[in-house]
């Protein structure tokens, strides 16, 4: 229950012209967008990140900041912060982009306090140690909760994301459009399997392509359970070591040679690769038939992005039902989106919630 009404205008950066703008904060020359809400908010700056001011913490801020919540391992989330916050998997991604180990690391179900905050950590179900951080101010019993990179369906790699209430809800909308509602998982994992049995019965190499943490994997989990050998692209081995390490089961894989032009200690099995590393592969070896895992295969674009290549819908991402479930069962009294258009912000305000779309 919320103790005290509070009247907050958070500032918004809509379109910096240049980066001494954005030092400034000039509503003038930056474009920070002035807003006042009549519901209960808590306090925070939004500036390529949140800056909760009471918490005296960063959520995911993408540029280099003193205290920082990083939500995954991700590439553009893994900034070298003064310290870091983090679970232990993502401890593990944080030190091998970094190269940096002041941090402290988070326990599921453990809350660490910070100034007049409570502050708590639940899965995400995006990649290994991806979480949702859930913040409660002491005084009012205000919770804010973000979502970081998130999605609800289950996962063969990391542990389903609950959804939590609270009154404030930030959340990642990379997909929030109706059309990318995605398919069951276990019917895309079933044309996954059926693709590659086809490929291989046709005398052909099937190469599965996804991004080298998290959805790399997961296909190669999906394949190890399917019975299929596996070999990666080197560029995957780090972090599918550190799955490993956390006990995640990807079966007995072998890692391709760097050399772009040698498919040697692959024959026989089924290559899983970062989609910018297809091309080589492909031209290495003519008999290889490509497959992309992404959320854009619903658009139908990413196999124009693949020499010979297909798509299948399996995504690290919520889908628009994912987000649609979410808000109901969060009940939050406002909604701010990152990531995506702002169409799942203007979606909500036509449902009567009101929501506001950050950036990217
Ligand atoms: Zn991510």
């Not at 012209?17 to 807003?35: H, N, Y």
């Not at 899965?123 to 990179?149: I, N, W």
């Not at 930030?170 to 490929?199: D, H, K, N």
């Not at 979606?347 to 009101?354: D, M, S």
């Amino acid at each position: 229950m919320l103790t005290e009404r509070r009247r907050y205008t958070p500032r918004l950066m809509v379109r910096p012209k240049s980066s001494q703008a954005v030092r400034r904060r000039s509503p003038i020359t930056s474009g920070w967008m002035q807003l006042s809400f009549d519901v209960p908010v808590m306090p925070f700056r939004y500036e390529r990140g949140m800056h909760l001011e009471d918490a005296g913490m960063w959520l995911d801020p993408h540029t280099r900041r003193p205290v920082a919540y990083v939500s995954h391992g991700h590439s553009d989330h893994c900034r070298p912060h003064g310290h870091a916050f983090v679970t232990a998997e993502t401890a593990d991604f944080y030190r091998l982009r970094t190269g940096r180990s002041a941090l402290t690391v988070m326990n599921i179900g453990e809350t660490l306090t910070r100034g007049l905050q409570e502050v708590d950590v639940f899965p995400a179900g995006h990649v290994l140690g991806s979480s949702q951080v859930r913040v409660r101010d002491l005084a009012t019993g205000h919770r804010l909760v973000y979502t970081g990179d998130f999605k609800l369906r289950p996962s063969l790699t990391s542990p389903s994301a609950p959804v939590l209430e609270c009154e404030t809800l930030v959340m990642e909308c990379t997909y929030g459009a109706p059309r990318f509602t995605f398919p069951p998982t276990e019917q895309v994992v079933t044309e996954l399997i059926a693709w590659v049995g086809s490929v291989i019965a046709s005398g052909n190499i099937p190469v599965v392509c996804g991004y080298a943490l998290g959805k790399a994997q997961e296909a190669m989990a999906i394949l190890h359970q399917a019975g299929h050998l596996v070999a990666i692209h080197p560029s995957i081995e780090p972090y599918a070591e550190i799955y490993t390490r956390h006990g995640v089961d990807l079966g007995q894989y072998v890692v391709m040679s760097p050399d772009p032009g040698s498919l040697s200690g692959s024959e026989g099995r089924v290559i899983v690769c970062p989609p910018q590393h297809a091309r080589s592969i492909r031209e290495a070896m003519p008999r290889t038939r490509m497959m992309i895992l992404t959320g854009w295969a619903i658009d139908g674009g990413a196999p124009g992005r693949l020499p010979m290549g297909t798509a299948l819908p399996l995504s690290d991402h919520a889908g628009f039902d994912d987000l649609v479930e979410y808000v109901q069962r969060a009940r939050p009294k406002i909604v701010y989106t990152v990531h995506g258009n702002g169409g799942f912000a203007q979606h909500l305000r036509r449902q009567g919630i009101e929501a506001h779309h950050l950036g990217a």
